[in-house]
């Protein structure tokens, strides 16, 4: 067939030469015998896991069981974990190497998963649950493609590693629930870190921002009171001013503001020394004394003061 290569026995010897597709005679049987291998097939090897409904399978759930899976023990000997891989292989094209797969081996791809196997559980052996679980799945299936393929060169498989696919890497179904809840607690206590700082975060900024409310308005009482102390200061420089210029003056016009700010609405009496040597003019003010600062002035009435 085109996806053929073949390996002719005459008289119980190999030929030389692999046979190529297309069409070759031999002698007949059982002087002469041809075994086809199709090398241009891609073959899927299952790891881990067996399920013949694979292919069929539009998703997998590990927290539910697909076909028959193979737990590995864990490096403390205790906890249990499930990988469950996929080989890609084909045969070599090569001639050598179509003969170590045609003749060298009794079985060359049980001797591919038999490594497979041995190779997650190195791995295995020394990691945790978590390590396991937690592990980069590119450059894990990539380092174990690479110990798969030097494995089947080594040994003359005459295997060509095409790909290692990583499905799925869980704990046991069994125990599937109990992880789950793990698994929820630890997101919830994330979460409520990661809320814990958002809220801190949010009162840092509240805060910052009162203290720069606070700040300013200091910043604008401290202004204004500066502006009060300038006016009162305006306001004394005049006086000042007037004072060292006429000091009698000053005070004795001070001496009055004190009076008449001390005696307004009160009622008083004012004897002069000249009513006793003669008659002269006097006023009377008939207004009520708690009228005075509010009503206009009245005519004041005069008359002479009799001599004593």
């Given at each position: 067939?085109?996806?053929?290569?073949?390996?002719?026995?005459?008289?119980?010897?190999?030929?030389?030469?692999?046979?190529?597709?297309?069409?070759?005679?031999?002698m007949p049987w059982p002087f002469g015998e041809v075994n086809r291998y199709p090398v241009k097939t891609v073959n899927a090897l299952q790891v881990g896991f067996v399920d013949p409904?694979?292919?069929?399978?539009?998703?997998?759930?590990?927290?539910?069981?697909?076909?028959?899976?193979?737990?590995?023990?864990?490096?403390?000997a205790v906890d249990l974990v499930t990988i469950n891989m996929i080989l890609y292989y084909k045969i070599h094209e090569d001639a050598e190497r179509f003969f170590d797969y045609a003749?060298?081996?009794?079985?060359?791809?049980?001797?591919?998963?038999?490594?497979?196997?041995?190779?997650?559980?190195?791995?295995?052996?020394?990691?945790?649950?978590?390590?396991?679980?937690?592990?980069?799945?590119?450059?894990?299936?990539?380092?174990?493609?690479?110990?798969?393929?030097?494995?089947?060169?080594?040994?003359?498989?005459?295997?060509?590693?095409?790909?290692?696919?990583?499905?799925?890497?869980?704990?046991?179904?069994?125990?599937?629930?109990?992880?789950?809840?793990?698994?929820?607690?630890?997101?919830?206590?994330?979460?409520?870190?990661?809320?814990?700082?958002?809220?801190?975060?949010?009162?840092?900024?509240?805060?910052?921002?009162?203290?720069?409310?606070?700040?300013?308005?200091?910043?604008?009482?401290?202004?204004?009171?500066?502006?009060?102390?300038?006016?009162?200061?305006?306001?004394?420089?005049?006086?000042?001013?007037?004072?060292?210029?006429?000091?009698?003056?000053?005070?004795?016009?001070?001496?009055?503001?004190?009076?008449?700010?001390?005696?307004?609405?009160?009622?008083?009496?004012?004897?002069?020394?000249?009513?006793?040597?003669?008659?002269?003019?006097?006023?009377?003010?008939?207004?009520?004394?708690?009228?005075?600062?509010?009503?206009?002035?009245?005519?004041?009435?005069?008359?002479?003061?009799?001599?004593?």
């Open positions: 067939g085109s996806n053929q290569m073949a390996v002719l026995k005459s008289f119980g010897k190999v030929s030389e030469n692999p046979l190529q597709p297309g069409l070759h005679f031999k409904e694979f292919s069929k399978r539009k998703a997998l759930l590990w927290s539910k069981a697909h076909g028959q899976e193979f737990n590995l023990v864990l490096g403390n003749l060298q081996n009794q079985n060359p791809v049980e001797a591919l998963e038999t490594y497979a196997y041995r190779a997650l559980m190195e791995y295995t052996q020394t990691s945790t649950l978590k390590e396991v679980l937690a592990v980069n799945r590119a450059k894990f299936a990539t380092n174990l493609e690479r110990a798969i393929r030097d494995y089947a060169e080594r040994n003359r498989l005459g295997i060509q590693l095409i790909d290692v696919a990583l499905i799925n890497i869980h704990p046991p179904v069994e125990v599937s629930p109990a992880y789950l809840d793990v698994i929820s607690a630890e997101i919830d206590a994330k979460r409520s870190v990661v809320e814990a700082e958002g809220y801190s975060e949010m009162r840092l900024h509240q805060t910052e921002q009162e203290s720069y409310t606070v700040e300013s308005q200091a910043r604008i009482q401290r202004a204004r009171r500066i502006g009060l102390a300038n006016k009162e200061a305006m306001e004394f420089r005049p006086l000042s001013e007037a004072r060292s210029i006429a000091p009698d003056a000053y005070r004795m016009r001070l001496w009055f503001e004190t009076w008449e700010n001390a005696l307004t609405d009160k009622r008083l009496l004012l004897i002069d020394k000249s009513l006793a040597n003669d008659s002269g003019n006097f006023f009377l003010d008939l207004r009520p004394i708690s009228d005075n600062a509010l009503r206009n002035l009245d005519p004041l009435k005069s008359g002479n003061l009799p001599k004593p």
